[in-house]
């Protein structure tokens, strides 16, 4: 690829205002609903809510939560092979936008319509336009990495926006209102996406892979039974033919997304035809995934218990030159992007000051002190619950506590472990490993379902249990992979083998 002479977006291709504004609007859509999901479904029927009880509440959160991940893998494939990046994005997006508007009619019968549409959207739309970034560089561009750190900060500011905006309209107006804010949102996205999309290079407008024409008509044959299945079990749901335990749907979710993991990386470190050197990196990265998929079993309690934690738990009020204000509970989620701004500036250095002087942990080491660091955050929220036992309310700061440990945590572990999968996967399998390693997002989010299920859903409203249990896990975790890590560490270091005539996978 060429290198770009293109710096009219702050010294950046002009592509990437595009893609900035478009994945903004995207996430202010997504987690401006996601802040909103489990509160809505646990509403009466009444207040036109779904009335479901906890358990069935926060498994169907970790279903969506993880098919939103899982369903990444299919839309990487599909925009590689029969759409292109820039197509994949627009009808992604359209998608997105269709299933918000159905959220947004005052109805429950269509909600898991509009929840499936979102899913099958943000399918299409999140790994083609993370990947489309890439596409404005060149390869020995030295803009890249800030190019991506200033399209991290449109995700984080998408993030503040959507939780603000949905979370105070789901308390004044109304949560349909709320997802019609999301619509919104992600229909102002496409639209300035439409009118800029000229800026994006001409290498997105076109599959990658070319296949025969028996291969397409096989590829929109697999798509459309897909997507005729989906619809008839939708329906059947919708109207009682079909009754599904999503409880232990999950639970067997969770297996499933573990054993495709577990398989398919056996199958590349065993038959992958790998060498010594390139199995014991293949180690270092397997710790690194474990600590991943961990890591996400508690942090995405942040639209699970957390969320109900501050809706139920957490005196709100604010008394302000003598006026009351209730805070919106959604709005304590956008304090996860609020410190990610904050102190995503201080680690960078942080990591550079450290390697100047030899002192850089490796991959696995910064992992394993995330997921501690995040399981922290749980500890304090066990004192909370303690707090907030029978009918009494804890101040906010709790939780302000919690996802500043939790924003630390992330920090230590997210784009760590990214980097390490690229350095790290033997390179004739490193697009492979790295769609591999997002499956650890879906194993944790389903696992993070259960887990609130399994252990928060309290008659009493008692929280001590699940606190104390994700607090415990991530303690064992963490520290295990440390522990090994010390042990893998140089193996991290080995070097890279461009051993590319032996790939079989």
Same mark, same amino acid.
């Given at each position: 690829?060429?290198?770009?002479?293109?710096?009219?977006?702050?010294?950046?291709?002009?592509?990437?205002?595009?893609?900035?504004?478009?994945?903004?609007?995207?996430?202010?859509?997504?987690?401006?609903?996601?802040?909103?999901?489990?509160? @809505?479904?646990? /509403?009466?029927?009444?207040?036109? *809510?779904? !009335? #479901?009880? =906890?358990? $069935?509440?926060? +498994?169907?959160? %970790?279903?969506?939560?993880?098919?939103?991940?899982?369903?990444?893998?299919?839309?990487?494939?599909?925009?590689?092979?029969?759409?292109?990046?820039?197509?994949?994005?627009?009808?992604?997006?359209?998608?997105?936008?269709?299933?918000?508007?159905?959220?947004?009619?005052?109805?429950?019968?269509?909600? @898991?319509?509009? /929840?499936?549409?979102?899913?099958? *959207?943000? !399918? #299409?739309? =999140?790994? $083609?336009?993370? +990947?489309?970034? %890439?596409?404005?560089?060149?390869?020995?561009?030295?803009?890249?990495?800030?190019?991506?750190?200033?399209?991290?900060?449109?995700?984080?500011?998408?993030?503040?926006?959507?939780?603000?905006?949905?979370?105070?309209?789901?308390?004044?107006?109304?949560?349909?209102?709320?997802?019609?804010?999301?619509?919104?949102?992600?229909?102002?996205?496409?639209?300035?996406?439409?009118?800029?999309?000229?800026?994006?290079?001409? +290498?997105?407008?076109?599959?990658?892979?070319?296949?025969?024409?028996?291969?397409?008509?096989?590829?929109?044959?697999?798509?459309?039974?897909?997507?005729?299945?989906?619809?008839?079990?939708?329906?059947?749901?919708?109207?009682?033919?079909?009754?599904?335990?999503?409880?232990?749907?999950?639970?067997?979710?969770?297996?499933?997304?573990?054993?495709?993991?577990?398989?398919?990386?056996?199958?590349?470190?065993?038959?992958?035809?790998?060498?010594?050197?390139?199995?014991?990196?293949?180690?270092?990265?397997?710790?690194?995934?474990?600590?991943?998929?961990?890591?996400?079993?508690?942090?995405?309690?942040?639209?699970?218990?957390?969320?109900?934690?501050?809706?139920?738990?957490?005196?709100?009020?604010?008394?302000?030159?003598?006026?009351?204000?209730?805070?919106?509970?959604?709005?304590?989620?956008?304090?996860?992007?609020?410190?990610?701004?904050?102190?995503?500036?201080?680690?960078?250095?942080?990591?550079?000051?450290?390697?100047?002087?030899?002192?850089?942990?490796?991959?696995?080491?910064?992992?394993?002190?995330?997921?501690?660091?995040?399981?922290?955050?749980?500890?304090?929220?066990?004192?909370?619950?303690?707090?907030?036992?029978?009918?009494?309310?804890?101040?906010?700061?709790?939780?302000?506590?919690?996802?500043?440990?939790?924003?630390?945590?992330?920090?230590?572990?997210?784009?760590?472990?990214?980097?390490?999968?690229?350095?790290?996967?033997?390179?004739?399998?490193?697009?492979?490993?790295?769609?591999?390693?997002?499956?650890?997002?879906?194993?944790?989010?389903?696992?993070?379902?259960?887990?609130?299920?399994?252990?928060?859903?309290?008659?009493?409203?008692?929280?001590?249990?699940?606190?104390?249990?994700?607090?415990?896990?991530?303690?064992?975790?963490?520290?295990?992979?440390?522990?090994?890590?010390?042990?893998?560490?140089?193996?991290?270091?080995?070097?890279?083998?461009?051993?590319?005539?032996?790939?079989?996978?």
């Amino acid at each position: 690829m060429k290198p770009s002479n293109d710096s009219s977006f702050f010294g950046h291709p002009g592509g990437l205002q595009t893609l900035f504004f478009t994945e903004m609007w995207e996430r202010m859509s997504y987690y401006g609903m996601r802040a909103l999901l489990v509160i @809505f479904m646990m /509403l009466a029927i009444e207040q036109q *809510g779904l !009335g #479901l009880d =906890k358990e $069935n509440a926060y +498994a169907i959160y %970790g279903l969506y939560t993880g098919a939103v991940y899982f369903m990444g893998l299919s839309g990487g494939w599909l925009a590689d092979r029969l759409f292109g990046g820039q197509k994949a994005v627009w009808y992604g997006g359209l998608i997105i936008m269709s299933g918000h508007i159905v959220l947004a009619i005052p109805t429950t019968s269509t909600f @898991f319509v509009g /929840l499936i549409l979102v899913v099958l *959207g943000t !399918g #299409l739309l =999140k790994p $083609n336009i993370s +990947a489309m970034v %890439g596409q404005l560089y060149g390869e020995k561009d030295s803009r890249r990495d800030s190019g991506y750190t200033l399209y991290y900060m449109g995700i984080n500011i998408g993030s503040i926006i959507g939780n603000f905006v949905c979370g105070w309209l789901a308390v004044e107006q109304g949560y349909h209102w709320a997802f019609g804010a999301a619509a919104v949102g992600m229909g102002l996205g496409l639209i300035q996406y439409r009118l800029t999309q000229y800026k994006l290079p001409e +290498a997105s407008s076109k599959p990658t892979v070319r296949l025969s024409a028996s291969g397409v008509k096989n590829s929109w044959t697999g798509i459309i039974v897909f997507l005729v299945t989906l619809a008839a079990v939708t329906y059947a749901m919708s109207f009682g033919y079909l009754v599904i335990d999503v409880v232990q749907v999950a639970e067997y979710v969770a297996y499933l997304f573990t054993a495709i993991f577990l398989l398919y990386f056996s199958f590349i470190f065993f038959f992958g035809d790998l060498s010594v050197n390139e199995k014991k990196r293949m180690i270092s990265l397997f710790l690194i995934c474990v600590a991943s998929a961990c890591f996400f079993a508690g942090f995405e309690q942040a639209g699970a218990s957390l969320n109900v934690f501050a809706n139920e738990n957490t005196d709100r009020m604010l008394d302000i030159f003598s006026l009351n204000f209730e805070i919106p509970f959604a709005w304590f989620q956008s304090l996860n992007s609020i410190f990610i701004i904050a102190l995503s500036p201080f680690f960078a250095v942080l990591w550079i000051q450290l390697g100047k002087r030899m002192l850089d942990p490796s991959y696995g080491v910064k992992c394993a002190i995330g997921t501690l660091i995040m399981g922290s955050g749980f500890v304090v929220m066990f004192f909370a619950a303690m707090y907030a036992a029978g009918d009494q309310k804890v101040a906010p700061y709790w939780l302000v506590a919690t996802y500043f440990l939790h924003t630390v945590g992330e920090l230590c572990l997210s784009p760590v472990a990214l980097s390490a999968v690229s350095k790290l996967s033997p390179r004739r399998f490193s697009g492979q490993l790295m769609g591999l390693f997002v499956l650890t997002y879906s194993i944790g989010s389903v696992i993070a379902g259960v887990m609130a299920g399994a252990f928060g859903t309290d008659e009493s409203g008692d929280v001590t249990a699940l606190f104390s249990n994700v607090a415990t896990f991530a303690g064992i975790i963490g520290f295990v992979v440390l522990i090994l890590a010390l042990i893998t560490r140089k193996w991290e270091k080995l070097p890279q083998e461009d051993n590319l005539t032996t790939a079989k996978p």
